[in-house]
């Protein structure tokens, strides 16, 4: 079946840098992919929603220029979290959909990140 | 924003009982799933309801979507200690933009 990868899987930068997560759909196209943050025992927050060759549509609360989307093709969206801090540490996750509805939708195996 | 609520938030049970979640919103989603989450893993996909009043089963859970498409319920009968995870929900106001529940932590003793 259809497969949505993340990587990298773990990822511990320095407070301050800048760090760049990947999301591929493996054998299908993704037109729109999600990206969504989760704390620890808390559950999945849409961050935004990355459309191929347009800019990303951010939800209430969450800082564009923080968290920049690129979705550049077909297969790929990435999230680069901007001089990352502390409270920026959390599983990353991302998903792929095969259409605007249909709800066939795929989920990546999540990114977690720490920031030091 | 956090459209979904899910209850209970954290449930402990014996195996071999029963137990149900219920999510509630009030707004109306044109699709809703339930989901399986794993710590430290991405959620996986249990179900999808489109039509208000629908219920479908997978063994030995039923999910229900309610009438008016705000809410829904999970149903699991004769709890295992394999069903032990984050329990989610997830509606779609529209197209395929999943917004998701509160989340439930589902433990089962054995």
């Known amino acids: 079946g259809a497969v949505v990868s993340q990587h990298p899987s773990w990822v511990i930068c320095k407070s301050g840098t800048s760090v760049k997560i990947e999301c591929r759909s493996l054998?299908?196209?993704?037109?729109?992919m999600f990206w969504y943050r989760q704390f620890p025992k808390q559950s999945l927050m849409l961050m935004a929603t990355?459309?191929?060759?347009?800019?990303?549509?951010?939800e209430q609360g969450v800082e564009k220029d923080k968290f920049l989307i690129n979705h550049a093709s077909l297969t790929l969206s990435t999230l680069t979290v901007t001089s990352a801090h502390p409270e920026d540490s959390s599983f990353y996750i991302c998903?792929?959909?095969?259409?605007?509805?249909?709800?066939?939708?795929?989920f990546g195996e999540g990114s977690w990140l720490t920031v030091v | 924003t956090q459209l979904l609520e899910q209850s209970p938030q954290f449930l402990s049970i014996q195996e071999g009982e029963n137990l149900t979640v219920y999510c509630n919103s009030s707004?109306?989603?044109?699709?809703l799933q339930w989901y399986r989450q794993e710590p430290g893993e991405g959620p996986v996909l249990l179900v999808t309801?489109?039509?208000?009043?629908e219920v479908k089963k997978l063994k030995r859970l039923t999910f229900q979507f309610g009438d008016a498409r705000k809410d829904s319920s999970l149903h699991i009968t004769a709890a295992q200690p394999g069903d032990t995870g984050l329990y989610l929900c997830?509606?779609?106001?529209?197209?395929?933009?999943?917004?998701f529940g509160t989340g439930t932590s589902l433990t089962v003793i054995p």
């Open positions: 998903s792929a959909s095969l259409g605007s509805s249909g709800n066939t939708i795929y």
């Open positions: 054998d299908f196209q993704a037109t729109t």
């Open positions: 990355s459309n191929e060759g347009s800019k990303a549509t951010y």
């Open positions: 707004s109306v989603f044109s699709s």
């Open positions: 309801v489109v039509t208000g009043g």
């Open positions: 997830a509606g779609a106001p529209t197209g395929n933009q999943f917004y």
